[in-house]
């Protein structure tokens, strides 16, 4: 069969290093993100410990997602990966094995924006094989009190995401994004996480955050923002938790189609989400010109609500 003109797996053209702080240890941290071959997904590998043990982006190895996803298999673990894997999945790129120095990647400024940057500079390489996509095949909803997130099949990736955050500075805040690397980079990756002045001084007291809160966040102070520069989007909040959501999604193992949408919702709920998603509620898709015929050949069913 002639795979001229279906979508292709991709991975990194090159090695890309990024090198920086990790905003929980504050320890420097590099990170190599190399070519990978196909049907390889996105895996993470130690390479300061002995045996260099890999740690595969899928839900089933995520540890924790306290302040930031943790990933571990055994006693390696990788922390902070969501923003990383957040660009990989926006770019498009299917396979890559990272080198990580340490167990944190580095926060760089608190966007995907350089990982975005530099990976798309240099480029994707095709590989010879279809990308895999997953779809779902019923509307699925979880949620955890007044938080939710919700799909519905369709045949690309919708992310409708309201943030409601009591404070003066953040309120309410709705965005709709529809997917493509295009407007991933342009839209999503230049969004910066963000907390409270007072919880980056609770957090610093507990030794957590100490990477330098304004290079690597937005800092909301009682009446404003307090980063000189400003915003970087006037809805930078809650771009950043579609930009979350995304890399959230990439330890299904790769892309999927559907419209999300999603209020209040933070990487637990997310992770649970992806959880239950995989529990039957997805069916890999190839080729991707399948996907309308895949979607109208589900029955209709009423949406499935989960509790977290
Ligand atoms: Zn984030």
């Known amino acids: 069969m002639s795979l001229s003109h279906v979508p292709l797996q991709e991975t990194v053209e090159d090695a890309v290093c990024f090198s920086g702080r990790g905003v929980h240890g504050g320890a420097p941290c590099r990170v190599f993100v190399r070519p990978a071959p196909v049907d390889h997904g996105i895996v993470f590998r130690r390479i300061d410990l002995p045996g260099e043990p890999r740690i595969p982006a899928r839900v089933e190895h995520v540890v924790s997602t306290t302040l930031a996803t943790t990933l571990g298999v055994g006693e390696a673990t990788v922390g902070t990966v969501e923003h990383l894997l957040s660009a990989l999945l926006g770019l498009g790129i299917d396979n890559a094995l990272i080198d990580v120095e340490g167990p944190e990647l580095p926060i760089l400024d608190g966007s995907a924006g350089p990982f975005t940057h530099e990976l798309r500079g240099r480029g994707t390489a095709m590989l010879q094989a279809e990308k895999h996509v997953w779809i779902p095949i019923k509307p699925v909803r979880i949620e955890d009190g007044n938080r939710w997130i919700e799909i519905e099949p369709a045949d690309e990736l919708i992310i409708d995401y309201t943030l409601q955050y009591d404070h ?25 996480t963000f907390g409270l002045a007072a919880e980056v001084e609770m957090m610093r007291q507990q030794g957590l955050a100490i990477g330098g809160a304004l290079d690597c966040a937005v800092v909301v102070g009682d009446d404003r923002v307090l980063n000189p520069e400003g915003l970087r989007y006037p809805d930078e909040f809650a771009r950043h938790k579609i930009l979350d959501i995304i890399g959230d999604l990439a330890m299904i193992g790769g892309p999927i189609l559907g419209r999300i949408t999603a209020s209040r919702s933070g990487h637990s709920l997310n992770q649970r989400f992806v959880e239950a998603l995989l529990d039957g509620g997805l069916v890999e898709c190839s080729p991707l010109s399948e996907v309308r015929n895949v979607i109208d050949a589900q029955p209709t069913q009423r949406v499935e609500v989960l509790s977290a």
């Open 168 to 192: 003066p500075v953040i309120g309410t805040q709705r965005v709709v994004y529809r997917h493509s690397p295009v407007n991933y980079e342009r839209e999503l990756s230049h969004a910066r």
